[in-house]
């Protein structure tokens, strides 16, 4: 018998307006931690939204674990990009935490203390645990990341979907990052992350998938993260941009 | 005055303003936190065409048919800025903006076609209110309180304002976290498996609901004032989500309350001879509500500056 891959993602197409932004993507996500890369635009923050149902997709499948997300969605963690909110808000690091348990508990009435104990022992997990009752916007950049990572821990869940969760981070932030995401592999969880430095891929994840809207290559770093694959990755962006500097001479010399 | 014609004269619309501004007061803070102070405003106007048909058909200003044609007005209204936004791409701001002054524009030529206005619903009753018109006829003193018979003779607008005050706090408390929760990260709400979307029309409906019932008292405008100002404010002096919700409730009713008084009765109390437009005195007890806490929390930053 085999194991249902953590995500399997089959014929997936996701479009905005005219543009599509996941063009048929096939991709079975393998177990412990995969980097999803591309340039700038690829749609990779779009794959891992529309997996979850928060964009609509054209057309595909997709199955966590085997099945559809409704079934297993209690077993799947998502960290946000940190700029998609508002760190104003009026919410202690505590309270941001705590909404991952939402699911769990009533929705009125006071967070019920072992909630409360999870998601402070999640803000202790990432070196936070001096900062529960501070408001988030007085935070640094990296401290509301390891919150939001924090409040994905705090799920969980056997996988954590993650939309850059390095971006825009200190070196210390980082480091803390890399840690959780380790130990979370170590306890036989699965991790995907969206992720923008090309560099740091070898050392951070064990497997890889290469995307610009299509898919280019996937697998194992070893295998995978060659430079050939992240050339033709990348390149396929440069190449559109030539036919359309091509069209604009010709518009221009007839 | 006597106590009969505060009773009478008095009391009710001070209860108007009262109720009018918790009901908007407590959403406001959704609206505010949400960057969404705008869909107050959109809803508060484009409620108008479901309240004119809803008289048209059934030819009496009662209150519960207005009400359901409100909140379908307002609903529709909602759906129509999404489908606009998403189809035409446009901003949020652009749809908001297009939809709720065509809906407003329809709501008055409605006026006009359906014969509506001859009787009264007219342009200055739905910007501004009425609430000077409110009075308890019956009111004979403080027994009347007590005397179910006299009590009847409350206005209508009252107990519309007092029911859907009460269904809003209901809701608002019962929904207390996936509110939260809508207002900070609508895309994990959704990912966590909330019904995010039938949460955020759910608001919407309380806000038509609460727009329609206060619009009646106190007009559209000052709809727009009690949503936005007493929310705005409060995000400018405190940084808990608890205080802003129920803080907004607080200061909302005593921006009615507060406005209506000082309009008419404080005045007449020091025996001075000037009676103002109470929609008006709290409007203008709105912005400056907002601007006293914008100039308070640049004064604290500023000490704060000095003293580090």
């Known amino acids: 018998m085999t194991i249902a891959p953590p995500l399997s993602v089959s014929h997936l197409t996701v479009a905005y307006g005219e543009r599509p932004a996941v063009w048929d993507v096939t991709w079975n996500a393998p177990t412990g931690l995969t980097a999803i890369v591309g340039p ?27 099945r559809p997300l409704e079934e297993v969605r209690d077993r799947i963690g998502y960290l946000p990009q940190r700029a998609s909110v508002d760190w104003d ?41 001096g900062f529960a009752e501070r ?4 935070l640094s950049g990296g401290q509301q990341q390891r919150v939001f990572l924090a409040r994905a821990l705090a799920q969980d869940a056997d996988l954590v979907l993650m939309d850059e969760p390095f971006a825009a981070v200190d070196a210390a932030t980082e480091q803390a990052i890399v840690t959780v995401l380790r130990d979370l592999v170590a306890k036989g969880r699965h991790v995907v992350a969206v992720h923008h430095d090309l560099g740091t891929v070898p050392d951070y994840f064990s497997s890889v998938l290469l995307i610009n809207a299509r898919v280019f290559a996937s697998g194992p770093v070893g295998e995978a993260f060659t430079n050939a694959n992240i050339g033709a990755t990348y390149g396929a962006r440069l190449a559109l941009l030539d036919q359309a500097n091509v069209r604009a001479a010709e518009a221009r010399a007839s | 005055m006597t106590i009969r014609d505060f009773l009478m004269l008095d009391l009710p619309p001070l209860l108007a303003a009262l109720m009018a501004g918790a009901t908007c007061g407590l959403l406001g803070s ?55 936004q998403r189809a035409a ?6 749809a908001i903006g297009a939809i709720f002054t065509t809906f407003f524009a329809i709501g008055l030529v409605l006026m006009e076609t359906t014969g509506a206005r001859s009787v009264d619903l007219d342009l200055d009753c739905v910007l501004f209110g009425q609430l000077e018109t409110l009075v308890w006829a019956q009111a004979e003193g403080l027994h009347s309180l007590v005397d179910p018979v006299a009590l009847e003779g409350l206005p209508r607008q009252l107990g519309l304002l007092a029911g859907v005050g009460l269904v809003v706090a ?35 409906l309380l806000v038509a609901a609460a727009a329609v019932a206060a619009f009646e008292s106190v007009g559209s405008i000052l709809v727009v004032a009690m949503l936005v100002c007493p929310a705005a404010a409060l995000r400018l002096m405190t940084d808990r989500y608890g205080a802003q919700v129920l803080g907004g409730a607080a200061l909302g009713a005593a921006l009615g309350g507060v406005g209506y008084a000082l309009a008419g009765p404080v005045p007449a109390a020091l025996g001075l001879d000037i009676s103002l437009n ?10 400056v509500m907002v601007a006293v806490a914008a100039l308070v929390r640049a004064g604290v930053r500023r000490a704060r500056v000095v003293t580090a």
């Open chain 1, 135 to 138: 408001q988030i916007g007085k």
């Open chain 1, 40 to 66: 700038n635009g690829a749609g990779k923050s779009t794959l891992l939204k529309a997996t979850l149902g928060l964009v609509p997709a054209l057309s595909g499948e997709v199955r966590f674990f085997g």
């Open chain 2, 89 to 94: 791409r446009l901003d949020p701001g652009a």
């Open chain 2, 170 to 204: 209901v809701v608002v408390a019962a929904l207390w976290r996936p509110l939260k929760l809508i207002c900070f990260d609508p895309g994990y709400a959704a990912a966590l498996g909330m019904p995010s979307r039938a949460l955020e029309f759910g608001l919407a």
């Open chain 2, 30 to 84: 959704f609206l505010v936190l949400r960057r969404e102070s705008l869909v107050g405003d959109a809803l508060s106007h484009a409620v108008l065409p479901g309240i004119v048909l809803a008289f048209a058909i059934t030819g009496a200003r009662s209150g519960l048919p207005m009400l359901v044609g409100a909140m379908a007005a307002g609903l529709l209204a909602v759906v129509l800025i999404s489908v606009v």
């Open chain 2, 278 to 287: 109470a929609a008006g005195v709290i409007g203008t007890l709105g912005g």
């Open chain 1, 89 to 129: 808000f009026p919410a202690t690091a505590l309270d941001v935490v705590c909404m991952a348990r939402y699911p769990r508990m009533r929705w009125w009435g006071p967070v019920p203390r072992r909630h409360r104990d999870a998601a402070r022992a999640a803000l202790a997990q990432v070196g936070m645990e």
